[in-house]
């Protein structure tokens, strides 16, 4: 019981992040569960329980997915990332922070929609629960260079997103003008 009061809120953030379905939610979180409490007695402190419990969330989605797969698509679940407009923003903020707090959410959203899951479950670990890349590699069971390699290819992911989403913002990149000598004829005398 401690340890699910404990860790409820990290399996909750993580199974939600890692984009399972939210009608999937529920049940995907007490298989966690379950498996946490049947292998317990074989945790030996070599990492933090809070990682340990993090490679489960990891393994037990895997296998939701790969569940999902293998069912017909009439019964599957989007297994999207939870959509922004779920979310639900503090009351204290203004229309304009409410907004910006969106739209920045519906951003984000789109990118961690767009990675693929390896390099989702490793940016997520690394930057949103703060985890050390040698204990992400230990728990997904990964060479330590993968770890670093995916975690830069989300990163750049990220920085290919942001900057996109400002052009848009700005009203796109600057077009190339449409004249004859930017068509590489020449100017005539």
Not at 100 to 115: F, K, Q
Request: positive net charge.
């Amino acid at each position: 019981v401690k340890v699910y009061r404990k860790l409820f809120p990290l399996v909750g953030r993580t199974v939600r992040r890692l984009g399972v379905d939210p009608s999937a939610y529920e049940d995907v979180c007490q298989e966690v569960f379950v498996v946490v409490h049947r292998r317990l007695p074989e945790f030996r402190g070599r990492s933090s329980l809070k990682t340990w419990v993090f490679g489960i969330v990891a393994n037990v989605v895997q296998a939701h997915r790969r569940s999902l797969r293998r069912q017909s698509p009439a019964h599957r679940g989007t297994g999207e990332i939870v959509d922004p407009e779920q979310l639900t923003a503090p009351a204290n903020l203004s229309p304009y922070e409410a907004m910006t707090r969106a739209e920045t959410a519906r951003v984000v959203h789109d990118l961690l929609a767009s990675l693929d899951e390896e390099k989702r479950v490793v940016l997520l670990l690394a930057e949103l629960e703060e985890m050390p890349a040698a204990e992400i590699a230990q728990e997904i069971g990964v060479n330590i260079n993968t770890v670093y390699a995916r975690l830069r290819a989300a990163r750049q992911a990220f920085s290919d997103a942001v900057h996109r989403h400002h052009a848009r913002l700005r009203g796109g990149p600057p077009r190339p003008p449409h004249t004859r000598a930017a068509r590489g004829a020449t100017p005539s005398p």
